[in-house]
């Protein structure tokens, strides 16, 4: 080889070495930005710089930022303990795994005929349990049908990735039903020996809900530190349909389930909302521990009310104070069970209802003026680009919710208002109204913000007490300032 043939070639090879190092660095800095989000426009936050997604969502304060990926990738080891180069390194095996597959068929196509070697192949990575599970998972997590074995489509996936799956996969979906049960008694199982053996308490909190089609449920989910890793832990322990809201329905299916995963000795604290039901119900477990089991469980002391339904509560204390009388938001919640006569006559009862609220209550009966034609919503949605969102009416976050979009589409609003003015006269939002919005909507935002931080498992007391005393001080502010 001459020395201009060498010389080509190291600078091939340190070209390539150049380009798979720079190809390195990337998808580590893009893996790294994966936890981030870029500075929010309109704010103190730096545009170009990249705050920390985990910060943010545990409420840390301040939130790490950085424009250097480094920097970043090293603070989320730090202080999260997420480990950016573990997951390349997943990603350099997986590609090194494709590598060797492909040379082993190359290998094998230069050695003549290959079609019983490529079953051999095939056959080996199929593993009739693991398909099983896989599908199993990929049912109940998407909610498909079990019919979905049947489907001629699913089949001609699974052979195009695996020519060879055929035989390894069942048509009948009574077998889907059979390895459904078989995985959820098996994972039940597993539940109940980690709950037996765990190292807290077992904390339960509860809630009522009705199910799309009718249904009552109860779900019942516990709370507990487990012997192995001694992790936190939560799981759901059952979903099941309750009689009635009262507190003894709630404990006719509540202990069987303590009985069932056998932690009646182990109950700790019920969470639940402010209900007088879940009153009743904690008196009734502390009379039967009592007179059943030989012990003392105090209900005053382990039952602990939810923070978010406590700030609901507030807030629609200032938004509904003596305007709605109790139950009639509930009323209205449940009117879609109302027939069509009826529904339309409650429609115009409301909205003079709601009108007594002042400018929220007219924007209000604007957006279900929307809301109530399709034809409507697709020229709000021509005007604005979206909807405002109207939820549940006893919910105060969504009254929240709508007031941010609607104060971002304050023109849409008033250009659709002037152009139904006929229907929405005495709902017409004037400049003093949307100053008064505007007002509200800056007094709700602790409280949207209290309940973020008031929920999921970063909710510890410490920071519930904390958040309790900046509501009162928020209370204690605007009673003085008005």
């Known amino acids: 080889m001459d020395s201009e043939s060498a010389s080509s070639l190291c600078l091939a090879s340190t070209s390539t070495q150049s380009s798979r190092l720079g190809a390195k660095r990337g998808a580590i800095a893009k893996a790294t930005w994966a936890y981030t989000r870029l500075g929010r426009p309109n704010t103190t936050e730096l545009p170009k710089t990249h705050y920390c997604l985990p910060c943010e969502r545990e409420n840390r304060t301040p939130i790490y930022s950085s424009t250097v990926s480094t920097n970043q990738r090293l603070h989320l080891q730090s202080a999260h303990n997420i480990i950016i180069e573990e997951e390349q390194e997943l990603s350099t095996l997986h590609s090194k795994v494709i590598e060797q597959i492909q040379q082993l068929y190359l290998q094998v196509e230069s050695s003549g005929p290959t079609t019983e070697i490529d079953t051999l192949i095939f056959q080996r990575y199929l593993n009739r349990p693991v398909i099983n599970e896989a599908l199993i998972s990929l049912i109940v997590l998407h909610d498909l049908p079990f019919r979905l074995v049947q489907w001629p489509e699913f089949h001609t996936l699974c052979r195009v990735l695996n020519p060879e799956s055929g035989p390894f996969l069942t048509t009948a979906h009574s077998y889907i039903r059979v390895k459904l049960e078989e995985s959820w008694i098996n994972a039940k199982d597993l539940l109940r020996r980690k709950l037996q053996s765990a190292i807290s308490s077992i904390h339960l909190s509860l809630d009522i809900w009705t199910s799309p089609q009718g249904y009552l449920l109860l779900g019942v989910v516990a709370h507990f530190v487990e012997l192995q890793d001694e992790n936190y832990v939560k799981a759901l322990l059952a979903l099941r349909v309750v009689a009635g809201h009262s ?31 879940n009153d009743t119900l904690c008196r009734a477990i502390e009379a039967y521990y009592l007179k059943n089991e030989g012990l003392c469980w105090d ?32 009323a209205y919640d449940e ?104 007002r509200i909507f800056d007094f709700l935002r602790p409280f949207y913000r209290a309940t973020m931080a008031a929920q999921g498992d970063g909710a510890t007391l410490d920071r519930v007490l904390f958040t309790m005393d900046i509501i009162i001080q928020v209370f204690t502010k605007s009673l003085v300032s008005n």
């Open 299 to 330: 209900a005053s002391q382990w039952q602990v009310r939810c923070l978010g339904h406590i700030i609901n509560l507030s807030v629609q204390a200032f938004l509904f104070h003596n305007i709605f009388a109790e139950g009639d938001l509930k």
């Open 247 to 277: 507190g003894e329905d709630q404990f006719a299916i509540l202990l069987p389930i303590l009985q069932d995963y056998g932690i009646i000795q182990q109950l700790g604290a019920i969470v639940g909302d402010n209900a007088s039901t």
């Open 335 to 438: 009117e879609e069970d109302l027939g069509r006569q009826e529904r339309e006559l409650r429609e115009s009862e409301k909205q003079v209802k709601f009108r007594l609220l002042g400018p929220l209550g007219q924007l209000y009966n604007i957006v279900v003026h929307i809301c109530n034609s399709p034809s409507r919503i697709a020229e709000f949605l021509a005007l604005a680009g979206r909807r405002i969102p109207l939820d549940n009416r006893t919910r105060w976050n969504s009254w929240y919710l709508m007031l941010e979009v609607a104060l971002k589409h304050e023109t849409s609003l008033d250009t659709y208002s002037k152009a139904h003015f006929e229907d929405l006269e005495e709902d017409y939002l004037s400049p003093k109204d949307w100053e008064k919005l505007k």
